[in-house]
């Protein structure tokens, strides 16, 4: 028969190795950050958990009984070893693990069909996404690089421009044909338009520039740009697209240029590392990469560098 497992106090029992290293609650409540108090208060709950006691404690001090010290001789080790282990894995993954914040459209549309060869290339490094869309600051997070659109001025990091934000309308071909004539700016309240949620500018700044009223007009609206876009490809109505992200959709027919008047925003697309901290050799690589996709000459490794991972 099976022996029952301990559901061991793992917390308690930590606490207790540090402190009977120490031999004092005051130097464990230092190592571990927390207040005297909180440490004798999970040691009582392991001798709670053992019916014995392990500290003597005295009113201005604390000692281990011989059953206190004979079993912290036992466990700190152990609890060393865990850490060493865990040590370990944290340093091989981070070595290996490049750590990427890097928006979902971008990284369905344009950084996906493309990192195959970046694999192929260095099959030693793996890409972490971080796909959340907020500010970036460096500080405080795991993230070695980023691709973010802007005009390149982040705190605490340097940049490389990848490309130019170019929007212009998108639809399927499927949504056209369904139109009674071809489509025309002065009926775009007549067609149906689909927004990103947080991208609801894009239109107003496309329509300004090329003079078109979209003040009356039918609407759908979504969470991401990646649903809206998808919702065009499928024939619901036209979309403001980010072109440079688009372009395989577009050479592929998927989605189709309707009135064929692309605006530049003012923005880019940039390739963003911290300067607080080192970058490591995975993450140059990944940069470099990066920019050859573009066009744009190498950050760190000039072409006659020998490749390694």
């Excluded at 959340?132 to 600051?137: H, I």
């Excluded at 490309?163 to 149906?192: G, H, K, N, T, W």
């Excluded at 499928?234 to 395989?248: D, K, N, P, R, V």
């Excluded at 940039?270 to 470099?288: E, G, L, M, Q």
């Amino acid at each position: 028969m099976q022996q029952r497992r301990l559901n061991l106090p793992l917390n308690p029992l930590r606490a207790f190795a540090i402190a009977s290293r120490h031999k004092t609650f005051t130097a464990a409540a230092r190592e571990l950050g927390v207040s005297q108090v909180a440490i004798s208060r999970q040691i009582s709950i392991l001798e709670n958990y053992l019916n014995v006691s392990l500290f003597e404690r005295g009113i201005r001090s604390a000692k281990l009984t011989d059953v206190g010290r004979a079993f912290g001789l036992e466990i700190s080790g152990l609890f060393d070893e865990i850490e060493n282990a865990t040590q370990r894995i944290i340093n091989q993954e981070t070595q290996s693990t490049v750590s990427l914040r890097v928006y979902p459209t971008f990284a369905h549309h344009w950084l996906m069909p493309r990192l195959a060869d970046f694999n192929a290339r260095y099959p030693d490094i793996r890409i972490r996404f971080d796909t959340r869309v907020e500010p970036l600051d460096f500080r405080g997070t795991h993230l070695d690089v980023a691709v973010q659109l802007g005009t390149g001025t982040w705190r605490d990091a340097r940049c490389r421009r990848l490309f130019d934000e170019e929007i212009d309308v998108v639809c399927s071909q499927s949504y056209l044909d369904r139109l009674d004539s071809p489509p025309e700016l002065a009926r775009m309240p007549d067609y149906d338009l689909l927004h990103a949620r947080y991208r609801r500018r894009a239109w107003e700044f496309w329509a300004e520039a090329v003079g078109a009223d979209i003040s009356r007009h039918r609407a759908m609206e979504f969470d991401t740009s990646l649903l809206t876009f998808s919702a065009a490809e499928q024939g619901f109505g036209m979309a403001i697209a980010q072109l440079g992200l688009l372009e395989g959709s577009i050479t592929a027919g998927r989605l189709v240029r309707p009135f064929d008047k692309p605006i530049r925003t003012g923005s880019a697309f940039h390739v963003v590392w911290p300067t607080a901290t080192s970058v490591n050799t995975k993450t140059r690589r990944f940069i470099d990469w990066l920019l050859e996709q573009v066009g744009e000459a190498p950050e760190f490794f000039k072409s006659s560098d020998p490749v390694r991972a």
